[in-house]
């Protein structure tokens, strides 16, 4: 074998050399950066977790509460009516006026576990009746609020408050709503 074939089979050992050791180079690189990339994803699943236990507790209380208050599934049309019905009979009781109330507010009434029904309805009537009358709406163990609320002075007479209130109520769909 004459010298120049030996330097240029040398030269081509080494660039064979110099390529192989950068593609093992960039291997090691890529599994170094997913090992990292896998340590921080477990570092955070566990930060995750060690939260979570120092939380049960209170999501135990949580999960016991909405297991002892949770409603029956209902449709959506009766949960409304008995929504209209409480909130109009509560309103008449304490003295309120009805001024007006509208029942289907567009909503994305499809929930996870949940549906919920909404109705805007506007009274008026004496401070402490009015407060009252909220007071009665917003009850967590019949998963209902008052949301929205905007009070302002009624034009016609100083000694009252106009209220328009949306009302909510969630509940458990049954598994054919209509």
């Known amino acids: 074998m004459s010298t120049r074939e030996k330097q240029l089979l040398t030269v081509l050992l080494l660039a064979g050399f110099f390529i ?14 997913q090992a990292r990339s896998n340590l921080d994803r477990a570092k955070f699943d566990l930060q995750y ?5 120092e939380n049960s507790a209170q999501q135990s209380d949580q999960m016991e509460w ?18 209209l019905e409480f909130t109009v009979s509560q309103a008449t009781a304490l ?3 009805i001024k007006s109330r509208t029942i289907d507010i567009p909503t994305d009434t ?10 805007l309805i506007s009274v008026s009537g004496r401070e402490q009746s009015l407060y009252n009358w ?22 016609q007479d100083p000694a009252l408050i106009d209220c328009a209130a949306t009302i909510t109520q969630w509940f458990p769909p049954t598994p054919t709503n209509p």
Do not use: C
Not at 49 to 53: D, K, L, P, R, V
Not at 66 to 77: M, R, S
């Open 20 to 33: 192989v050791n950068l593609f093992l180079y960039s291997t090691y690189k890529n599994k170094i950066a």
């Open 95 to 97: 003295g309120l006026t």
């Open 110 to 119: 499809s929930g996870t576990y949940y549906d919920k029904v909404q109705m």
């Open 49 to 53: 977790a060690i939260s979570i236990q």
């Open 66 to 83: 909405l297991a002892a208050n949770e409603p029956e599934p209902a449709f959506a049309q009766n949960v409304r009516s008995q929504l």
């Open 134 to 155: 909220l007071h009665q709406i917003n009850d967590p163990t019949q998963f209902r609020t008052a949301e929205k609320i905007r009070l302002s002075p009624n034009t």
